[in-house]
């Protein structure tokens, strides 16, 4: 859901090419609906399946781009897997089927997009590498290298940005686990809109900050 609101943000800031990369390779009824409003205002929205763990699939990926359109502009790296355990429950399984998404994923478009001249590098983080939330030991950590990866892209000079969002009320994980979205909102997080998600990821790109929270 959210990187679907990416996506129709894009489009209203003048992008006129966009990939769509996942592990599914099939597209839920509304993810289609979605591309189809999309592609009616004149945008070209390309599905690709990627597994972003895999270096070999990203580079399939930016292969088909290379071969199929324009040259690639940005990286926006949106996946997670969430998988709360408490930390004597924890087992290398659970471990790494949360680290691997954003940690070998972001490493992987990082590695693979370096002879290319990005003008974006985006990863999405979590609050949950700035304060944490119990049972999220596995989440937190995969966050906090997606945060030094940011700060490490900048190091070198390259494009990178990373945000780390709080509780997104209206789609997305949380908008879906009302349960878990009540439980933020007891503990003081508070939702926020997905207009106000955008806003703040516009400020973010022109302020040309390298880590942002919005909570």
């Known amino acids: 859901g959210f990187g679907l609101e990416v996506a129709k943000w894009m489009s209203s800031r003048g992008a006129k090419h966009i990939v769509l990369g996942g592990r599914s390779r099939t597209l839920a009824p509304e993810v289609r609906s979605a591309v189809d409003a999309l592609e009616k205002e004149g945008v070209l ?4 399946p990627t597994d972003i763990t895999q270096p070999s ?3 399939e990926t ?5 071969a199929q359109l324009p040259p690639l502009a940005g990286v926006i790296h949106a996946a997670m897997v969430l998988e709360d355990r408490l930390l004597v429950d924890l087992d290398r399984d659970t471990l790494e089927r949360v ?18 001249d ?7 983080s979590s609050l949950s590498s700035v304060f944490g939330h119990a049972g999220q030991a596995n989440y937190s950590a995969a966050n906090a290298l997606l945060d030094s990866l940011a700060h490490y892209r900048r190091q070198r000079g390259l494009p990178g940005l990373v945000i780390n969002w709080g509780h997104l009320g209206e789609v997305g ?5 009302e349960q878990l979205g009540q439980r933020l909102e007891r503990q003081g997080v508070l939702s926020f809109s997905v207009q106000q998600a955008m806003d703040c990821l516009e400020f973010a790109i022109q302020s040309r900050a ?3 929270s919005v909570l």
């Open 173 to 177: 994980y949380l908008a879906q686990r």
């Open 57 to 59: 699939s990203v580079q």
């Open 99 to 116: 680290l691997w998404p954003k940690v070998l994923g972001g490493w992987n478009l990082h590695q693979q997009t370096l002879n290319r």
């Open 210 to 212: 390298t880590q942002l």
């Open 118 to 124: 990005l003008d974006l590098f985006i990863v999405f």
């Open 62 to 66: 930016l292969s088909a781009i290379e």
């Open 45 to 48: 929205v390309k599905v690709i």
